[in-house]
């Protein structure tokens, strides 16, 4: 190992904002389940799924549509 390194040269990692950070949440366990057989479908872990929903959904500005009826 070397005792100083130079990083004059070095490039910003353009996946930086890409960084994921994780949470605590509570989802219901019918919810989990179908993501889970759609990322059996798909063959995608499940929590890549749902995030990719999310993501999509936060991209696409979608609004939440509720009826308490």
Do not use: H, R, V
Not at 48 to 65: F, P, R, S, V
């Amino acid at each position: 190992m070397k005792e100083e390194y130079d990083f004059s040269n070095a490039i910003k990692n353009p996946y930086a904002k890409k960084l994921k950070k994780q949470i605590t949440i509570n989802i219901d366990a019918e919810t989990i389940d179908y993501f889970k057989l759609q990322s059996d479908y798909l063959g995608i872990p499940y929590q890549t799924l749902i995030n990719l929903y999310l993501a999509d959904c936060a991209k696409n500005g979608k609004q939440l549509q509720m009826s308490w009826i």
